[in-house]
């Protein structure tokens, strides 16, 4: 039986750029569809809560950790 719940995880927007936590978000709104997700922005900190199995948020924390690399 997989365990279904609820995890958090924290970024921050170090390059300074709207285009590029735009292109982030919209990047993560493609890739990670296998997951609900709620993300909330305060300034140059992203909040991502994901739902799910945790088979299915492991892999989706790899998949944000690298778009983060990429956009933040």
């Known amino acids: 039986m997989k365990k279904i719940g609820k995890r958090v995880i924290h970024f921050y927007n170090n390059s300074g750029s709207l285009d590029n936590a735009v292109a982030f978000l919209e990047n993560i709104q493609k890739k990670i569809n ?3 997700l709620n993300v909330s922005i305060e300034g140059k900190n ?3 809560t994901l739902f ?9 924390v790899e ?3 690298d778009l983060a690399n990429q956009y933040l």
């Open 34 to 36: 296998y997951l609900n």
């Open 52 to 60: 799910g199995s945790r088979d299915l948020q492991s892999l989706a």
């Open 63 to 65: 998949r944000l950790k």
């Open 46 to 48: 992203i909040k991502i």
